[in-house]
């Protein structure tokens, strides 16, 4: 299996999880160009999506899925909460809405030949989710969009040989920045989303022997950098025994462009 981060931040998200031949795609929060671009840098085209994953209804998660919907009919997987609230943002114009299957968290569901299982996470949605992927005895978990992790997100992403996690924001840099203090709250609280310290503290309750790449995504523009979330996260590993970093691939993913394709 592959992963492939096409984008993934503050301004945009989408991720293609899959072989050469047929894949999925986990949001599509940028537009249908950069997604069609970024899916041809490595051979990839819309023709072998088999089915669109949505994680919540926030705009950097779905902007292009209605202009993706209007010229390839691919399968929409979300929880019904969260495609109601797709729907209500009003720019579904001219989708076949039998394109939406509603899934339910905990109850995995397959696609072609990769099972997919809906994971419960802590965001300020209708009822968010992550997802795990798993195909021919690999695994592969994507996780953002969450301002805390739980046991039950730590059990089902354990034991994954490669994983897109999110590492939103220095808290630092979010304190002192130029937020309001509202925004700074929602950011640090239990339905928003993770640090660069808690997603170090998540990696160490995810080590398994069969994790051979990290990637951390969802970086946000004003309150972090790519070396700050990638020397935080390896100093914090790098304190624990268990944590060879010679043996895993530990990166971070662009924001705005697409990222180094994984093959595990």
Request: proline share 5%; charged share 20%.
């Amino acid at each position: 299996m592959q992963l492939y981060s096409i984008a993934s931040g503050s301004s945009g998200n989408c991720i293609y999880v899959g072989t050469k031949e047929s894949g999925i795609l986990v949001d599509v929060g940028i537009s249908k160009k950069r997604i069609c671009e970024g899916l041809e840098r490595e051979g990839f085209n819309l023709e072998c999506i088999k089915a669109i994953l949505i994680t919540h209804e926030h705009i950097d998660h779905v902007s292009g899925l209605g202009p993706i919907l209007r010229k390839v009919p691919i399968p929409v997987y979300a929880t019904r909460e969260t495609i109601d609230a797709i729907w209500k943002k009003g720019n579904m114009a001219h989708v076949d809405e039998d394109l939406f299957h509603a899934i339910v968290p905990e109850q995995p569901f397959q696609v072609a030949d990769i099972q997919v299982m809906p994971v419960p996470i802590s965001h300020d949605a209708a009822n968010p989710v992550c997802y795990t992927l798993q195909g021919d005895n690999q695994k592969i978990g994507i996780a953002t969009d969450t301002g805390c992790y739980t046991a039950d997100m730590v059990e089902y992403l354990r034991e994954c040989n490669a994983l897109l996690l999110e590492a939103n924001h220095d808290i630092n840099l979010l304190q002192v920045g130029k937020y309001p203090y509202s925004l700074k709250m929602r950011i640090l609280g239990e339905k928003g989303h993770l640090s660069n310290d808690a997603s170090a503290r998540f990696l160490q309750e995810l080590w398994s022997p069969k994790l051979q790449h990290i990637v951390l995504g969802h970086l946000s523009e004003e309150n972090n950098f790519p070396e700050l979330a990638y020397n935080t996260v390896t100093f914090e590993l790098e304190q624990n025994a268990f944590w060879s970093m010679q043996d895993i691939e530990l990166l971070v993913a662009h924001r705005r462009s697409p990222s180094k394709l994984i093959t595990i």
